[in-house]
């Protein structure tokens, strides 16, 4: 059972462009939704997170925007940079239930070309 | 700091041969958690525990048995390994701290890839 779906598996936009990843959830009780940026060869490492009392959350060039009547959530990259490819994951939680465990999406592949 | 840490990097198994994969954390977190990562299904939650001495399946717990004798150290086990568990193995560990303004931050390793053959 897929708790979180994400999509697009994969990703291709021109330097400058803004990239966005989409990810659904099922689970209401989800209180914590958290981005992870993976580069190859190496493990996830946090990017910015959400909870559900806010509906948009800005750090840097990395924006979440959260739907919580849609159970859905993004990421928007603004002025993506090639340093930017790397396979983006959303996950969510229910963060003080069984050690706040995260459930990952699927993962989206983003290419950012010169 | 080295954060998390995992041995070994790499490694080739034969089909019923056994191994354990070791974690460890220098960040006195209480929570640790082993993810397997397969192309197309993201990370999925094999085990964790909440503190030393006790640990809880996931999402993919069948094959694997874990251990966790003391706070800094997760062993993930593979007693009879097969070919479905080849795969990149990624350990983590989080904060129990429940004070305002905590960070609910999973910490990863670098990931442990296994093929099994």
């Known amino acids: 059972q897929q708790q979180v779906k994400q999509s697009p598996q994969s990703l291709i936009v021109q330097k400058g462009g803004i990239p966005i990843i989409n990810c659904a959830y099922e689970?209401?009780?989800?209180?914590?939704f958290p981005w992870y940026q993976q580069f190859p060869g190496k493990g996830p490492a946090l990017l910015i997170a959400?909870?559900?009392?806010?509906s948009e959350k800005k750090e840097g060039r990395f924006t979440i925007s959260f739907n919580k009547s849609a159970k859905q959530f993004s990421l928007h990259i603004m002025d993506s940079q090639p340093g930017d490819s790397a396979t983006y994951f959303c996950a969510a939680s229910i963060i003080y239930n069984q050690g706040g465990k995260l459930i990952f999406g699927q993962g989206t592949e983003l290419s950012v070309k010169p | 700091n080295a954060g998390v840490t995992q041995t070994p990097k790499f490694r080739v198994l034969k089909t019923g041969q056994s191994m354990t994969l070791l974690c460890a954390q220098d960040m006195n977190h209480e929570y640790m958690y082993w993810y397997r990562q397969d192309p197309g299904m993201g990370l999925r939650l094999i085990h964790y525990s909440v503190g030393e001495g006790t640990t809880a399946k996931g999402e993919v717990p069948d094959g694997y048995n874990v251990s966790r004798l003391k706070k800094q150290n997760f062993l993930l086990g593979l007693e009879s390994a097969a070919p479905s568990q080849t795969s990149v193995y990624f350990c983590a560990s989080k904060s129990s701290d429940r004070s305002g303004g905590i960070s609910y931050e999973q910490y990863f390793g670098p990931g442990t890839r296994l093929t099994v053959t």
């Open positions: 959400i909870r559900p009392d806010v």
């Open positions: 689970n209401t009780a989800f209180d914590y």
